[in-house]
């Protein structure tokens, strides 16, 4: 374990099981080797609610998060129970800006075909520590990779999400360790 | 990994603009925005994108308005059309213009990814297409015509714009020049080259030979018919017809391709059922044919509508710059396919190779290059591996002292109308030894 690792800040918003944001942070330490931090909890931002779909805009709240005071940590990753969506599409699982300081994800999607049983349970976990990972690389100029035997593989379903392991191919892992190398602001 | 295309999203609302960026941002695309067609235009003129997402209504310009110009003006670029919920018959009519796809907003992202999926396949399929294909061309079209002369040089120039039209082609040249290789240059470059290229000799055919080679019979129609069997006509179908040394084929043949060409149909032997044909028609000839119509062996009307474009071929004497090119050209061709490594010629012998009249033309100079680099021994061809060169010009035998002396002697004294001292002045030898001199060799009877 690298004692220079970044930090990472976990944020959950609304009403989400505390368990969620638990495991996505032992992935993101687990899997990035990075520190995962839980933040203090957010409200539900009720001004990215679009009334017509019934759907949380993506887009509004990373704008929200991103003007937000978060010195203590290098990146954030803001965690939800709700149906996320951004303008041109049905429905997204995460979003995240290119290079940006925050990605954020949604649990509300993953539970599809799953939480019945406590298998199916752990299996909406996994998919939330997928997305979660994924959307933070993003985070660390990482682009959608072709392998589908890699994290960075664009999954558009469930199918496509649960089809790919938890983990990243040998040209994404390197990209990984180099992007995320110690930065000194937080000696 | 194959290359990522740049793409480019043209839509008057930001949130959609945004939206699409950033996902194509993330997936590693090249990726720029236009918030109008006259934008995406100016944008486009400055770099070519590979794809671009257009949004069916905007103010201005909309959507299937910049389809149509990226589409006249930038063919190889993809469009897809974006669309909400209602406006289908407009997507409809974007793909009637040409747009590859349509997606309606909002659409599932897993939805977007299969379009890309879908465009990345076909632009690697166009890709490799376009590759075969100019592979193809370049093994059909040029690289059997060798040249840097200036003729050359017109004639590959002229080619490609023979190729654009459909209009008959006549080429002349003397044999061996290339005639053939310079018509499936023609039918390569043109419309019809996915269509089949026939070349008929006409000279080297009887003539109802002929006749049923091209316009194919009808079961019966014939002794010797047994089977009804369709002509170059028919099968030459949307392709090029080359019909070699056309000055040899009769005036009854002449005849009938004069009407098949004027009314695009035709009957087999023994048929009254006419069938629609579509061919071009390209002939070669070595004949002068306008010689051929005047002594009346060759329809004037015939010549006219097979002469819409006429093209020389030079002989290889006007042209003698080429000759080290080919020589070099049929070396590699001929040391490759007997696998010897015969890639020289002597200085020397290229300066002969050059002087050379080659009354048989590339062909000639094709067959001694291969004749050579067969029996030659050396990596180096010397003069000694070009028979003729040593003996002069084939067919034409090379004087002695003795013939030039009395050939001399007799067109002075034409020149002089046989004044023997006139004669004997120029000659610089005396009457007596001119007299003698004519007596020995017989130059008397030839006194007219």
Known sequence: MRKDRQRIGIIPIGDIPDIAPKVIAAHISGYLDLQAILLEPMQTPSYALDRQRRQYDAGSILQHLESGFFDSVDKVVGIMDVDLFVPVFTHVFGEARQGGRVALISIFRLKENAMDTSSDSAIALERAAKVALHELCHLYDLTHCESHQCLMYFSGSLPDLDRIPLGFCRYCSQYILEATKFNPKFP | ?448
């Open chain 2, 1 to 448: 990994m194959d290359e990522k295309m740049s793409v480019m999203v043209v839509d008057d609302e930001k949130i959609v603009r945004e939206s699409l960026f950033f996902w194509f941002e993330k997936a590693g695309y090249t990726v720029d925005t236009a918030a109008s067609g006259f934008e995406a235009l100016k944008k486009i003129e400055a770099y070519p994108f590979d794809l671009m997402f257009v949004d069916i209504k905007m103010p201005g310009m909309d959507g299937i308005q910049l389809l149509e110009k990226i589409k006249t003006e930038y063919p190889d670029t993809v469009v897809i059309i974006i669309t909400a919920y209602g406006s289908i018959e407009s997507a409809i009519n974007a793909m009637k213009a040409g747009a590859s796809d349509y997606l309606l907003k909002p659409f599932k992202p897993k939805y977007l990814s299969l379009v890309m999926e879908k465009i990345m396949q076909q632009r690697k399929l166009t890709s490799e297409c376009n590759y075969l294909k100019g592979r193809l061309e370049k093994i059909s079209r040029f690289d059997n015509i060798i040249g840097q002369s200036s003729p050359m040089m017109e004639i590959f120039e002229l080619i490609p714009k023979i190729a654009a039209s459909d209009a008959s082609v006549l080429l002349t040249g003397e044999t061996g020049t290339g005639k053939e290789l310079v018509a499936k240059a023609i039918h390569a470059k043109s419309t019809r080259s996915q269509y089949p290229f026939i070349a008929i000799n006409c000279g080297s055919i009887p003539d109802t030979l002929l006749e049923s080679e091209l316009f194919g019979h009808r079961k019966g129609s014939f002794t010797g018919a047994t089977h009804t069997r369709k002509g170059f006509l028919e099968v030459v179908a949307g392709g090029t017809l080359f019909l070699d040394e056309i000055g040899e084929i009769s005036s009854k043949m002449q005849i009938d391709l004069l009407r098949v060409l004027e009314e695009k149909t035709m009957t087999r032997i023994g048929s009254r059922e006419p069938i629609h044909i579509n061919f071009r028609l390209i002939s070669a000839t070595r004949k002068n044919l306008e010689e051929a119509i005047a002594t009346g062996s060759f329809r004037e009307d015939f010549y006219y509508r097979v002469n819409v474009i006429h093209l020389h071929i030079p002989p290889l004497r006007d042209r003698k710059k080429d000759i080290p090119l080919l020589v070099q050209h049929f070396l590699n061709k001929y040391s490759q396919e007997t696998a010897k490594h015969v890639d020289h010629v002597s200085q020397n012998t290229l300066t002969r190779l050059k002087r050379y009249p080659w009354p048989g033309n590339v062909r000639e100079l094709e067959n001694a290059i291969e004749r050579a680099v067969v029996l030659s021994d050396s990596r180096t061809l010397k003069t000694g591996d070009f028979s003729f060169l040593s003996t002069g010009v084939p067919g034409k035998k090379t004087p002695s002292l003795r013939e030039l002396e009395q050939n001399y002697i007799l067109e002075v004294l034409e020149g002089c109308e046989w004044n023997i001292t006139h004669a004997a002045k120029i000659l610089g030898i005396n009457r007596v030894t001119l007299h003698k001199k004519i007596d020995r060799t017989g130059l008397r009877t030839l006194k007219k």
